[in-house]
Each structure stands twice: as C-alpha cells, then as structure tokens.
C-alpha cells in the first residue's frame, strides 16, 4: 500500500470515528455554488440546452432516475456530503425541494456552463456567479425565517462552502471564442477569472462565509472533448490546454494565500483537482479503471448534455470502468476516487 493510500485510510477512519462519537454532520450546512461539476438540478428549470435530467444521466444514481447531475451516478460534492455525515445531499437551489427544513443543511446554487466570467453563462443561458451569490443572499432571508436569526448565522458561519469554476470559461468560451482569444492570450484571461474569484470570496466573506473550498481547473487538455475538438488529430492530450490550466491553478493558489492573509478568521483551501485526476488519466488500471481516453456515453469523444442521451450509440454498460461518464464530465467512480481525496485536503475546514 503507498503512503497517500495508507494516509487516505487514516483520514476516512478519522472522520467516521468522529462521526460515530458525535452521531450528526461535521459541519451545520454545505452550500455549493459553481457549474456543471457541482450542479445538481438547477439548469432542469432554466431555458437551456445544457441540462442532464434524462437519461441516460442518473442511470446509477438512486432510484435510477436523472435528476440534473452530469454524471451516471454521485458527483464528487454528493460524496462530500457523505462524508461530513449528511444523510442527504443540499438541495438545488431552483427545485422544489428547496424549501422549508431541507434548507437547514444547505443548497446548491450551481449552474452547468456558468463560471468566473459571467458571459459565459449568459452565453449559455445558465446561472451566472454573480446571480448565485444574489440567490445566496435570498436563502439567508429564508434560513432566517426558518431557524430564527441566531440559528441562522450559526449555521451559515460553521458551514463549508464550496466552489467549482473555471473550466466552461475555458472549455466552453475562451478556446471557442475569437471575441476573447484574439483579444486576450490565455493568460490574460485567467487574470481576469482569478480576479472574479477574489471578489466572490471577499463577497461571501462579507456575508459571513468562513470556510471555503475551491477546486482548481482539471487537465482541460485531457477531458475527451478536449483532445476530439483541440487535438488535431492526436489522441494524446492537448499540452497547450494543460499547460493554461496549471498557469490558472497557480495563480489561484497564490490569491487565496493572499485572501486568508487579508480577511481575519477566514479558512481557504484550494482543492487540487488537477493532479488527482491527471493520475487517473495516466495509469486507469492502478486504479481500477479500464478506460480514460474515451468517455462511457456514445462514442465518448464529445457527448454531453442532450448530445449524451438514450438513444447514444455504443454507451457502456459498466461505467465503473470509465474515467469519465461524458465527454467533460468523470464517472460515479471517479467522483468517489476525487472526493477520498478532497477529505484529505480539506481537513482544515472542519477542524
């Protein structure tokens, strides 16, 4: 067994000692604010395209029934979730479900293909960031009205908040868009998310956030449509998207350094989601997994959202042994690799 493995079993038996001691959730709330990573159901009741609430998303989720998340199963924050000993997951932000004492653990504010750049969600017609945190505003009122104003800022102070963005700004705008890449290089884009980043965490530091996670940009240059759309023929993954992607990632790091020497009392983690996943990408087999080329939905180079759906040709039957479920998107089994990880790197926020 490698010491990371060794370190992992420690940190899940810590955790779940703890769990067994108290008997209730680590933290009071989980509220998740982001894209297609984390969105759970939001996009469902948007004038969108991009939705996942058919299948065959959600095939092995419960029930075996699409509920909005871009995957086959769990996301990497459900398992979060269940880790922390909630036995539910925050409800989507837009659903019915966000109502009454369901909000009491938290909501997902996500939005599939919003991001840092709020034109990007308009372009698609998503939830853009700066509309989350206006959502956000709106569920403190309702918690307050819920669980009286003491309660209410309890919870809301003791919970972990959790932020995915960054890779639709890239993916699905800067890359495709010659409004933005014949003005700016890359890397003056990512000056320009980093710094939309900075203002949303001073902005719920403000509204009384003290933990907050945010998850770095994956290898965009190895997502299967990365490498269909800006491989050129290769299938190998796209350098040039990697090497953006880890230029953004240190530039995230450094911000948030500055960010928690700025705001008093303030705990931020950047979760490196990069790495992790690069690993599952090199060696699949070291990991169990078959394939990390080619995605489990049709021919696995570019479905997602309604392109990923039942009547796909050749989607997988056996999903675990996939990197990822669609063309942007990781697999169940992925997800559950990532969140072990994100335990690890995010023992901070809960001690």
Known sequence: MSYSKALLGFFVTLVFLILAVHGQPLVPALIIFGDSIADVGNNNNLYT???????????????????GRFCNG???????????????????????????????????????SSGYYDKTANLYHAIS????????????????????????????????????????????????NPFLYKVYTADQFSDILVQSFSSFVKNLYGLGARRIGVTSLPPLG????????????????????????????????????????????????????????????????????????????????????ILCNVKSPGTCANATEYVFWDSFHPSEATNMVLANDLLIQGISLIS
């Open 222 to 305: 190895c997502l299967p449509a990365s490498i269909t759309l800006f491989g050129e023929g290769s299938n190998a993954c796209v350098k040039r998207l990697n090497r953006d992607a880890v230029s953004f990632n240190n530039k995230l790091n450094v911000t948030s350094q500055s960010l928690v020497k700025s705001l008093s009392g303030l705990k931020l983690v950047v979760f490196d989601i990069y790495n992790p996943l690069s690993d599952l990408i090199k060696k699949p087999s070291d990991s169990g997994f078959f394939e990390a080329r080619k995605a489990c939905c049709g021919t696995g180079t570019i479905e997602t959202s």
């Open 74 to 112: 769990k996301l990497a924050l459900d398992f979060t979730a269940e880790n922390l000993g909630f036995t539910s997951y925050p409800p989507a932000y837009l659903s019915k479900a966000a109502r009454g004492n369901n909000l009491l653990i938290g909501a997902n504010f996500a939005s599939a």
């Open 129 to 176: 960031l700066t509309q989350q945190v206006e959502y956000y505003k709106e569920y403190q009122s309702k918690l307050v009205r819920i669980a009286g104003k003491s309660n209410a800022t309890s919870i809301l102070s003791g919970a972990v908040y959790v932020l995915s963005a960054g890779s639709s700004d890239f993916i699905q705008n800067y890359y495709i």
């Open 49 to 67: 395209i991009v939705k996942a609430n058919f299948p065959p998303y959600g095939r092995d989720f419960i029930k075996h029934k699409p509920t």
